[in-house]
């Protein structure tokens, strides 16, 4: 067994509200484990200043920032490298299905922050953003859902929490896991065109465990993906019952 009890191809506890926040346009929380996002949406609106406009198409904002009280080691108010980058990739895999034309020289705006941090913290932010847009009304050509596989000293495992992505470094080697490190690679994933939108690597791994981790990454992708088309049906169900009885 892992340290908290999973199968090596176990997701963690999946948790998700949609509409989450009363005052943004959309917004989700989502819960993987004790990684804890919350996203908010606003737009699409028109861009000012002008000169920032896109006559053919909206812009995408996207902020990740994780919370001072979010991990162990105090974490400085602000933007730092790493989020400016994690920013940017998030940003990109939401581009990739986000149908963005329908609105010229608009802004969609989305802020995501991390709660509470144990690995994972791109992926989950991924989960939440697109759960909010979906709840904005933002049409996009499919759900993405994301997902960490990798490899924890021998083993094959599927969605790594902290103390995993530690091991062997400051987490000691045990039975179960053998000897080695670990790799982390976060995956995002478009089910309906079956296209990775977000493919990353921490770590070193031989070819074979990749492509076995990627396969493991895929499957978690598609389950996320059931958990959240549940979620969105159960919160217009509810509205459309609501509206019927007012
Ligand atoms: O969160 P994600 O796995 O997408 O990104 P990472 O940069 O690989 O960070 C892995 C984990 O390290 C985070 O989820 C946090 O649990 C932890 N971390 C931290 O404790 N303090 C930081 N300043 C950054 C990350």
């Known amino acids: 067994m892992r340290?908290?009890?999973?199968m090596d191809d176990e997701l963690r506890e999946i948790e998700i509200r949609i509409g989450y926040l009363d005052n943004a346009d959309g917004s989700a929380y989502y819960r993987q484990g004790n990684t804890v996002v919350v996203a908010?949406?606003?737009?699409?609106r028109l861009l000012h200043p002008k000169h920032l406009q896109d006559p053919k198409k909206a812009i995408l904002r996207v902020q990740y920032d994780m919370l001072t009280f979010s991990?162990?080691?105090?974490?400085?108010?602000g933007p730092t490298r790493r989020s400016i980058e994690l920013s940017k990739v998030i940003r990109k895999a939401l581009e990739s299905v986000i149908?963005?034309?329908?609105f010229p020289r608009s802004v969609i705006d989305v802020y995501i922050r991390v709660l509470n941090a144990d690995a994972g913290t791109r992926c989950a932010s991924i989960n939440a953003a697109i759960l909010a847009l979906a709840d904005a009304g933002i049409p996009m050509k499919s759900l993405i859902s994301a997902v960490a596989a990798g490899k924890v000293g021998q083993r094959i495992v599927l969605d790594l929490t902290k103390m995993e992505e530690d091991y062997g470094k400051f987490v000691p080697e045990n039975d179960y896991y053998g000897p080695g490190t670990a790799t982390d690679i976060p995956i995002a994933y478009n089910p309906l065109d079956d296209e990775i939108v977000l493919l990353?690597?921490?770590g070193e791994i031989e070819k074979e465990d990749f492509l076995k981790a990627m396969e493991l990454g895929i499957k978690g992708c598609k389950e996320i993906y059931?958990?959240?088309?549940?979620?969105i049906k159960k919160k217009y169900k509810v509205v459309s019952i609501e509206e019927n009885q007012g």
């Not at 908010?40 to 699409?44: F, T």
């Not at 149908?99 to 329908?102: A, K």
């Not at 059931?226 to 979620?231: E, V």
């Open 200 to 202: 990353q690597m921490d």
């Open 226 to 231: 059931q958990d959240m088309r549940k979620a």
């Open 99 to 102: 149908m963005l034309e329908e």
């Open 3 to 6: 340290f908290d009890g999973r």
């Open 71 to 77: 991990v162990p080691e105090r974490k400085k108010p």
């Open 40 to 44: 908010g949406v606003y737009g699409p």
